[in-house]
């Protein structure tokens, strides 16, 4: 007899390439998918949100962890969420907020999206576990 599916959201606090917490998270999230289980959300907040800019190049030597997200997300239909505010702190913004701030650009990487606590708050309501990867 299988386990029953869990729902998880998973929040992500730790920079992308000086911690090991959006690598973690994402292996973390791979499998339970793979499980069989459900991510209600990922939800990017303090130096993880940097996992959306698209600006970001990374060595060839090393993992592109946002193209392993962006693929991740595309296959699973993933909601990944960027905290607003600690995405604009960092210069991270899509199109909407580049008009709002007056800014010639945006730099949010696809599959990600922007969206404030609320969001947060929501998965911790909406899922059966919340697992964070950081501080």
């Known amino acids: 007899m299988s386990p029953t599916p869990i729902s998880f959201s998973i929040l992500v606090y730790g920079a992308p390439y000086s911690s090991q917490s959006v690598s973690t998270a994402y292996r973390f999230t791979k499998t339970a998918i793979e499980k069989g289980h459900r991510i209600h959300r990922v939800f ?66 696809e599959g990600f999206t922007l969206s404030g606590l609320g969001q947060m708050i929501d998965a911790t309501q909406s899922s059966d576990r919340i697992v964070t990867f950081g501080y």
């Open 44 to 109: 990017f907040y303090g130096d993880a949100v940097q996992i959306g800019s698209r600006l970001v190049a990374v060595p060839q030597d090393e993992v592109d962890l946002q193209l392993k997200w962006q693929q991740l997300g595309e296959q699973y239909q993933l909601d990944m969420v960027i905290c607003i505010a600690a995405a604009l702190k960092r210069g991270i913004i899509n199109s909407d907020e580049a008009k709002r701030f007056e800014k010639d650009a945006s730099n949010l990487a």
